[in-house]
């Protein structure tokens, strides 16, 4: 159905407090899952929020502690709670840190599900600071020449202030995201036969399969050492080295203020002129510009709030709804 | 000619010194020259050497000046000195910050050729440091979409500490690296139809096209947002956004000290371990076993000093010799 942006948001908000968070807490996980949806990332979207309640049942609700602090540094033990605060506090404490002490290198562990990381990006260069992200988790990829999975889908990101629209770079290195092929099993469909290894590591098109197995590497032998190079971060963050799914991932943050090196404004303003310079590239395709990262999202944004409404599928309007009415 | 080690390793360091530079600088340019050729990258060893040569003396010797500076980071201006010697300051001052400050953030700019990453991050790792360095060039490489070049071939790595072998990542962003495709001009070999654009942005076999037009980005969209972020971070570091060939690079290197986050022992016996289930997983091919990033490259350093000789073209031997000898 559609679903008035507002609408959804409420919806949202309400069912995350009536799941056990506060209203600050439901305000953070509002903002990140309807971030997704206003993104057309419709998989982080309302249904991310039913699975995120169902993960929520499975620990009791306890303040993360910081177990390691530096002016330049903090180690968040986020005590087996939604990745979406872990990491978002990681992230503000960060910034934080980086205003206060020029950089902020922030780990975090023992969370679960840290969401989409363009989301934490666009906030810090919204806060002028340059940034990276890295997240490790459960082994569902293989490594290149591997058929067994030794490292979980292992997002990278940077975002870079800009005089107008920031860059956020915000890739998964796996082949195809495990969201897609979860979602490829609950509508029947096959999988490509070149994205994942079932569970004897033979190529498989079945979804279940592939979950059971393992999903390919993206890149090649240099998409996979960058995969292990996150799992090395997150294992720095003090996440598992194999961990189970959902429980032990690890979250790496950093953020710089641009000044140690550069005049922030002066470097605003070439970041803007150079993501000009490669928009403006001869394409390949004349039909098809070259984009910066970041630009498919904006655009997709700005359509959807110009709409008004997310659609949604009904099952999981009324899911939510259900959650938020129980009494 | 096979030549033996020691003796390949002091006609670089007697040519350089030959060249302007003093003992201490000769012998940072040996070291790395000799640590590609060890490594079997011989386009980055005495050949290498000879191009070191070759661009030294277009720019007067100068020393370079840190032009902003705090406790945890630092900005160097490479006043058009060789990025062996530029990088190679920014690394050990990145190393020395850490060790103090707990991280040291470092940029480098108005420098040139600064050579092979895993060099810089193998000695981080060997100080126990956790180390990321990345580096801008001229736009030799084009976007994803694109048929002209945005950016240089960018390399990006990371070092982590382990309690036997150091993981050492270190990946460039174009699908070739420029030196082959200089290679393949020198001895009158085509390229792949897949890996550049002539000058007019059409797919080509010609190596001397090629290096007028474009290569092609390695990773897709992936792989050029990664290089896009690449240069951002470079400029952030004051190199150019489209430089000209070997001029205005940029240089940037983190170290961190693992303390901040995590038992370094601990730690180093934890990436040990995870190293090897990576070796583990089951390989696609039987005769393949799964690598770790740096794996190829200390097997087969260990059988080029084991064999005591390293194998260079005549021609690339009496030239070094004639820098060493003239008078």
């Not at 993960?55 to 986020?78: C, F, H, Q």
């Not at 963050?237 to 189970?244: K, N, S």
Request: glycine share 10%; aromatic share 6%.
């Amino acid at each position: 159905m559609l679903i008035p942006i507002a609408q959804a948001d409420a919806l949202v908000h309400a069912a995350m407090m009536r799941s056990g968070y506060d209203a600050a807490e439901a305000r953070i996980i509002a903002d990140h899952v309807m971030g997704c949806e206003l993104r057309g990332v419709s998989f982080g979207g309302l249904s991310r929020a039913l699975s995120l309640i169902d993960r929520t049942r499975l620990s009791p609700r306890r303040p993360t502690v910081v177990r390691r602090e530096t002016p330049i540094s903090a180690l968040i033990d986020g005590q087996d709670q939604n990745g979406y605060l872990v990491a978002h506090q990681a992230v503000m404490l960060g910034i934080a840190k980086a205003k206060t002490s020029g950089v902020g290198l922030i780990g975090a562990y023992d969370t679960w599900y840290t969401g989409m990381y363009a989301h934490y990006l666009e906030i810090a260069a919204k806060e002028g600071v340059v940034a990276m992200a890295m997240g490790s988790s459960a082994p569902r990829v293989a490594p290149h020449g591997g058929r067994e999975g030794r490292f979980g889908t292992n997002p990278i990101g940077f975002a870079f202030p800009s005089a107008d629209q920031p860059i956020i770079l915000d890739i998964a290195t796996s082949v195809v995201p495990i969201a897609e092929v979860v979602l490829a099993g609950r509508t029947g469909r096959a999988i490509p036969d070149d994205v994942a290894f079932d569970p004897a590591g033979e190529p498989t098109t079945d979804p279940a399969a592939a979950l059971a197995g393992a999903l390919r590497v993206w890149g090649g032998h240099k998409g996979s050492g960058l995969a292990i190079a996150v799992q090395l971060m997150g294992m720095l963050a003090g996440g598992g080295a194999m961990p189970a799914d959902y429980r032990d991932c690890g979250f790496f943050f950093m953020a710089m203020r641009p000044d140690l090196f550069a005049d922030p404004a002066d470097y605003a303003a070439r970041v803007s002129a150079y993501a000009e310079a490669v928009r403006a590239a001869r394409p390949l395709d004349p039909a098809s510009p070259v984009r910066m990262p970041f630009d498919r999202s904006a655009r997709t944004r700005a359509q959807i709030m110009a709409r008004g409404t997310i659609d949604v599928p009904d099952a999981i309007v009324e899911e939510l709804e259900r959650v938020r009415d129980v009494r």
